[in-house]
């Protein structure tokens, strides 16, 4: 495949990534601090847990699909969705 790139199109990918997973570290944190701060449940603290841990998914998630964009860029396939 031939290579359309010239190295844009890789700095929006990083931009996202970088609001995103801040944004969900930034939520885990405050979550998890406003929770531990005060009195605690044992529901509760298993609830708190469950949605720390989805936030921090979603943070590795996109950090994944960062580096997945980036190998396509690498191979020439930026602009692969023109083809249809």
Request: aromatic share 14%; charged share 15%.
């Amino acid at each position: 495949m031939r290579k359309t790139t010239s190295g844009k199109g890789f700095a929006g990918s990083v931009v996202v990534t970088i609001l995103v997973a801040g944004f969900m570290f930034l939520l885990t944190g405050a979550m998890l601090v406003g929770y531990f701060g005060g009195l605690t449940e044992p529901f509760a603290t298993g609830v708190v847990l469950f949605v720390a841990f989805l936030y921090l998914a979603i943070a590795v998630g996109v950090v994944i699909a960062l580096f997945q964009r980036f190998k396509e860029i690498q191979k020439g396939e930026e602009e692969d969705a023109k083809h249809y």
